[in-house]
């Protein structure tokens, strides 16, 4: 197995979850007291329990976390909420469906993350005790819901 190129995927991943959490506490944070703002927080907490078991994906390869892309995903996210959707000042329908979408995709990315590492690693001892399909299993639920809630959210905005 290619330890770097390994290293190199799992960051890429790790930095993806951090601008995961942040639009999910974001979008929670907006729509508090709501069914969607109740899902939104049980994401960003299991997405978070996702990102620790890739942290420690990246120490079994011997590899170290990049502050670089990390960081470089939390500036992405923190600038794109300066992207007006509607609204100036305040937080809109359309707003809604713009990070519903950005979840979506980042729901994406993990169900891939997940279906590649329990295809490439299962002979791999340093991964035992790691039930990958659990976290796939998770991911496709997580999108699954993104996805109803960004359609339903979209009717909204849009009529």
């Known amino acids: ?15 993806l979850m951090v601008g995961e959490i942040d639009v999910a506490a974001r979008c929670a944070s907006s729509n508090r007291g709501t069914p969607l703002g109740d899902f939104l927080h049980r994401l960003e907490v299991e997405v978070e ?51 519903l979408e950005a ?13 590649t590492m329990n295809a490439v690693v299962t002979s791999d001892e340093r ?7 659990f976290f796939l299993d998770q991911s496709q639920q997580h999108l ?3 996805c109803t809630r960004r359609r339903y959210a979209a009717t909204q905005a849009f009529s």
């Open 127 to 133: 991964f035992a005790g790691i039930t990958f399909s």
């Open 144 to 146: 699954n819901e993104i």
């Open 1 to 15: 197995m290619n330890d770097t190129r390994l290293n190199i995927y799992l960051n890429d991943h790790l930095a």
């Open 49 to 99: 329990a996702q990102k620790s078991i890739v942290s420690n994906l990246i120490r079994r390869v011997g590899g170290t976390e990049s502050s670089v892309k990390k960081g470089a995903m939390w500036l992405a996210e923190k600038l794109g909420r300066f992207k007006l959707n509607d609204s100036l000042l305040s937080y809109s329908d359309l707003s809604r469906v713009i990070e």
């Open 103 to 115: 979840l979506a995709a980042a729901a994406q990315e993990r169900v891939a993350l997940w279906d």
